[in-house]
């Protein structure tokens, strides 16, 4: 028990990789910020697009503000936000300050920091979360590497193949062939991953792993780069395997 004129007060920061939200979503994030806020307590929402930072009371009020903006871009997605709520100047003589805040940024990354006194910041941390790794699209951080990780993984991957046949130039090839196949799938995971944040929508549109035409061509190039080599590389291989197996000429010498 703390001793008389004595606060304590407790932080918490939760870090998550991965965002795709939905308005009934965001509804159930608002209802999990208020526990513990008193009733008049106001829930705050901001967005930026652009050079310019959109805020509202409510998420509404938001999409209201992109729909009458200038801004380029889908004013019924956004690819960032960020929501505080508080009891500040709400608060009851001799109750805790608290407050929350959750920063979404376009590159994936969800920060969730409260501060207040000790059981409540538990308390929440134990809630929100459960939520924020909910709206994360793949549970598993491996798919939220760069995209030049998936190249070199594609290069390693294709070069294992053809290390057999003892070729250089072919494994050369194998390599760099499966670089440009990861460097193209790594471009295709990493839309289907991008942070959406619909404002109006109450479920996310369907996600499929599409190729751009530069992509697909690209993948097709690099496919048929490794299978050229692969087959070269097995008609090199049983030709070696031949002359080696071949009985060497007889040597006649002079009588």
């Not at 409510?58 to 960020?82: F, Q, Y």
Request: net charge positive; charged share 20%.
């Amino acid at each position: 028990m703390a001793a008389s004129g004595v606060t304590m007060e407790a932080s918490s920061k939760i870090t998550v990789r991965g965002c795709k939200l939905h308005r009934r979503l965001i509804a159930k994030w608002v209802r999990a910020l208020r526990t513990g806020l008193p009733d008049a307590a106001k829930i705050d929402f901001s967005t930026t697009r652009a050079i310019t930072t959109y805020k509202s009371n409510s998420i509404d009020g938001l999409a209201e503000a992109l729909a009458d903006s200038t801004e380029p871009g889908d004013v019924e997605v956004v690819d960032n936000l960020a929501i505080f709520a508080s009891n500040i100047g709400h608060a009851g003589v001799g109750e805790p300050r608290r407050l929350v805040r959750i920063s979404i940024s376009s590159n994936g990354w969800v920060g969730c920091h409260l501060s207040g006194d000790p059981s409540w910041v538990n308390a929440q941390t134990a809630v929100l979360r459960p939520l924020l790794e909910d709206a994360r699209p793949r549970k598993l951080g491996i798919w939220y590497v760069p995209r030049w990780t998936f190249a070199s993984w594609g290069g390693c991957l294709a070069s294992l193949g053809v290390t057999f046949f003892g070729s250089l130039t072919l494994w050369i090839l194998s390599t760099v062939a499966g670089a440009v196949f990861g460097y193209a799938l790594g471009g295709v995971v990493g839309r289907t991953l991008k942070t959406e944040i619909h404002l109006t929508q109450d479920a996310l549109s369907a996600s499929y792993w599409r190729f751009t035409a530069n992509e697909v061509i690209t993948a097709v190039i690099a496919l048929l780069a490794i299978a050229v080599a692969v087959i070269f590389g097995v008609t090199a291989h049983k030709d070696a395997r031949k002359d080696d197996s071949g009985h060497a000429p007889l040597l006649v010498g002079r009588v």
